[in-house]
């Protein structure tokens, strides 16, 4: 009698089980996120005045990156005729205090090529954690990529340190 319960219980997982399966859809992400373009020379970093960055989050920004491959130039605060004064300027990324809105963003200006020629980016103060890293990863290229926990997650609450697909 035990037996017979038993293996109706089991049945009844069977069929839950599979109903429940089938109600799960597969989500799939593509292996690596996707790129927007690449820097074909190593990009000069310039601060502009009033960037809500000290020039020690930066480095760690770019340590983060570094430790992934990717290379930059010497960091600048802002020179008189250099990229923030005068705009875009080849070959660099320049990290700006955001003009509109609340949420850091990023420009990012490529050539056919798909070559990076400028990149720019706008924070927003009070910067949170993994902002400088995100919005780094924007102007090496890389677009938003939903895998939850991932760096370049669009939603920064969603996104975490995974750095799947980034390494060079
Ligand atoms: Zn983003």
């Keep these: ?41 190593t990009p000069v970093i310039e601060i502009c005045d009033e960037a809500p960055i000290t020039r020690e989050l930066l480095q760690e920004g770019l340590s983060w990156w570094k430790k992934r491959g990717y290379r930059f ?20 990324i320049t990290i700006h205090k955001i003009k509109f809105g609340s949420t850091s963003t990023t420009y990012l200006h490529v050539l056919e090529s798909g070559q990076i020629n400028w990149a720019k980016i706008y924070l ?10 995100h919005e780094l990863g924007h102007a090496l290229g890389w677009d938003h990529y939903d895998v939850p926990g991932h760096l370049m997650h669009t939603n920064l609450l969603l996104g975490g340190w995974n750095d799947s697909g980034l390494n060079r």
Excluded: D
């Excluded at 130039?73 to 660099?92: D, F, K, L, W, Y």
């Design 124 to 133: 927003s103060e009070p910067m949170h954690s993994r902002v400088i890293e």
């Design 73 to 92: 130039g010497e960091i600048q605060e802002a020179v008189p005729n250099g990229a923030c004064e005068t705009g875009s300027v080849r070959g660099t």
């Design 1 to 41: 009698m035990t037996r017979f319960y038993a293996t109706i219980f089991l049945m009844v997982m069977l069929v839950f089980g599979t109903s429940f399966h089938s109600l799960i859809k597969p989500v799939t992400y593509k292996s690596s996120p996707p790129t927007l373009g690449e820097w074909h020379f």
